[in-house]
């Protein structure tokens, strides 16, 4: 019998990424979130996902599903170097991350 095919690899994040800025921009939110919430499935650690999808969900006036990945997106930049490159469609150092989270956060604390 032939050998098994490998296991299917999935999608490196930034791919995935592009994948959901494409849909953004053909007006297709709703393939866009789900290509966004897979990807946060999958690597919860990729910061622009995050920071994706919690925009993507305030522009559609889910604040409350928001805020919990703004947190996220805090706390795991928090724990990088503020200098440390971090990779996505375009590569932004960490503390861009930390700096929006906590421009969100605070913006709704004000509210």
Do not use: C, W
Not at 25 to 30: L, W
Not at 55 to 78: H, I, Q, V, Y
């Amino acid at each position: 019998t032939p050998p098994a095919p490998p296991p299917s690899q999935p999608p490196p994040p930034a791919r995935l990424h592009l994948q959901a800025l494409e849909r953004i921009e053909e007006g297709n939110v709703s393939g866009a979130t789900a290509v966004l919430e897979l990807l946060v499935k999958q690597a919860p650690d990729y910061l622009p996902g995050l920071l994706e999808l919690a925009l993507l969900r305030e522009r559609a006036g889910a604040r409350d599903a928001a805020f919990p990945l703004m947190r996220a997106l805090r706390s795991r930049a928090g724990q990088l170097p503020p200098d440390e490159l971090v990779d996505g469609p375009e590569a932004l150092p960490a503390r861009f991350y930390l700096a929006s989270a906590d421009a969100y956060l605070n913006l709704g604390a004000l509210e």
